[in-house]
């Protein structure tokens, strides 16, 4: 079982839609979440992270955490084709301040 | 505030070879750490510096080191070359006082 789990999609959402990207992972003392946006041949950008319990809301994003089901959510309202990219979740075990990324969720957002 | 600056960019080595990757952080920011990503294994963690030491190490082989300076600049070495070795090497840093990694834009290493 790999420690952080993302489904690799593609996951295809209409313009003004909202996208859902879903991310578990397997060490319960998992203490900060974030959520990573990578174009095609570009490197990863951070664009959210939420270290407690409930949701964190920016922009048009929204980070959901629950810790007792071990799973964190990206929201993305209004998509646009422009958030087509692969995302990435990434979750810092208890072992160090290594961050541990799944292997990412395509997004296609169609005009 | 200039990011975290990565050279090469691109390069070309053959079996055998050895490659050396340089990477600047953000101003301000002391932790260094290097991952691989290829599109069979994703992003994978290689080790993570702070204040010239070691504090992680990922699950590689020893042909893989790296080390930082005291201006918190760090270099990665990768010996004896293989195939498998093609890859994305990404360079993060870390601000003080939080788990966030910035990235650079990458090194691309292809092996021959």
């Known amino acids: 079982q790999k420690e952080v789990e993302q489904n690799s999609g593609p996951l295809s959402v209409p313009e003004g839609a909202i996208a859902s990207l879903n991310c578990t992972y397997s060490d319960r003392g998992s203490q900060s979440f974030f959520w990573y946006r990578q174009y095609s041949g570009k490197s990863p950008e951070l664009i959210m992270s939420?270290?407690?319990?409930g949701d964190k809301e920016d922009g048009r994003f929204t980070a959901q955490l629950n810790k007792a089901s071990q799973y964190v959510s990206l929201l993305i309202r209004d998509s646009q084709p422009s958030d087509s990219a692969t995302y990435l979740c990434?979750?810092?075990?208890?072992?160090?301040?290594?961050?541990?990324f799944g292997g990412g969720t395509r997004l296609m957002v169609k005009p | 505030k200039a990011g975290v600056t990565q050279t090469p960019r691109y390069l070309i080595k053959t079996r055998g070879q050895q490659v050396t990757l340089s990477c600047s952080p953000i101003s301000g920011h002391r932790s260094v750490s290097w991952y691989q990503q290829t599109p069979g294994q994703g992003l994978q963690f290689l080790f993570e510096?702070?204040?010239?030491?070691?504090?992680n190490k990922g699950n590689f082989p020893g042909r893989f080191s790296g080390r930082q300076f005291s201006n918190s600049r760090s270099e990665m070495n990768v010996s004896t070359l293989e195939l498998g070795d093609s890859a994305l090497y990404l360079c993060?840093?870390?601000?003080?006082?939080?788990?966030?990694?910035?990235f650079g834009e990458g090194s691309r290493l292809t092996v021959l």
């Open positions: 939420i270290y407690s319990n």
């Open positions: 510096y702070f204040s010239e030491t070691q504090r």
């Open positions: 993060a840093s870390r601000p003080p006082g939080t788990g966030e990694l910035f």
């Open positions: 990434a979750v810092n075990n208890n072992a160090g301040n290594m961050l541990t």
